[in-house]
Antibody
Framework: QLQLQESGPGLVKPSETLSLTCTVS??????????WGWIRQPPGKGLEWIGS???????YYNPSLESRVTLSVDTSKNHFSLRLSSVTAADTAVYYC????????????WGQGTKVAVSS | QSVLTQPPSVSGAPGQRVTISCTGS?????????VHWYQQFPGTAPKLLIY???NRPSGVPDRFSGSKSGTSASLAITGLQAEDEADYYC?????????FGTGTKVTVL
């Protein structure tokens, strides 16, 4: 069955760039039926959608983060990536990658999440 | 930044029925976009519980049900069990933006 796995540094310094990768296994990221997204959850708080990408490279971003976020996809490696620039302590969170259908579909498959702390 | 409002907490005794509301607006739920619900246990990723307002993925017990009306949606848990103690989030779509609810903690008394 399809699985998602996040990877990347667990500690990032303020003002630097957070970089995470989500590797898809058990299926192809190039499916025309799905988008691949990033969602984060600060400690003790709720869920926030960061952005989503299609295998062709089409992206949608949360307007509140758009100026600092870049999503990319590598179909040859079956993974997609998140870059969040100029991070502050407010970006400390568990970052999840997840799959959704098109339009207003749900996020049906999630990675286990990776904790990222922003601290000097 | 949540635009979907949920009660912070609900509680009930085993066997009881509890409901969680999710209040949106004309730009998201009221615009006809589907509402989905997720269950999250501490330290784990959210799990899809209800999709498309009222549909259960395979493996989700039928004591969980969802509904939608106007600018709001609801999740009902009938026959509450101890294992249902968790956080629950609604989610919808707002133009080109996915939005989540504020989250509700369900406590089994």
């Amino acid at each position: 069955q399809l699985q998602l796995q996040e990877s990347g540094p667990g500690l990032v310094k303020p003002s630097e760039t957070l970089s995470l990768t989500c590797t898809v296994s058990g299926g192809s990221i190039s499916s025309s039926s799905y988008y691949w997204g990033w969602i984060r959850q600060p400690p003790g708080k709720g869920l926030e959608w960061i952005g989503s990408i299609y295998y062709s490279g089409i992206t949608y971003y949360n307007p509140s983060l758009e100026s600092r976020v870049t999503l990319s996809v590598d179909t040859s490696k079956n993974h997609f990536s998140l870059r969040l620039s100029s991070v502050t302590a407010a970006d400390t969170a568990v970052y999840y990658c997840a799959r959704s259908g098109t339009g207003d579909d749900a996020f049906d498959i999630w990675g286990q999440g990776t904790k990222v702390a922003v601290s000097s | 930044q949540s635009v979907l409002t949920q009660p912070p907490s609900v509680s009930g005794a085993p066997g009881q029925r509890v409901t969680i509301s999710c209040t949106g607006s004309r730009s998201n739920i009221g615009a006809g976009y589907d509402v989905h619900w997720y269950q999250q246990f501490p330290g784990t990723a959210p799990k899809l519980l209800i999709y498309g307002n009222s549909n259960r993925p395979s493996g989700v017990p039928d004591r969980f049900s969802g509904s939608k009306s106007g600018t709001s949606a609801s999740l009902a848990i009938t026959g509450l069990q101890a294992e249902d103690e968790a956080d629950y989030y609604c989610q919808s779509y707002d133009g080109s933006l996915y939005v989540f609810g504020t989250g509700t903690k369900v406590t089994v008394l």
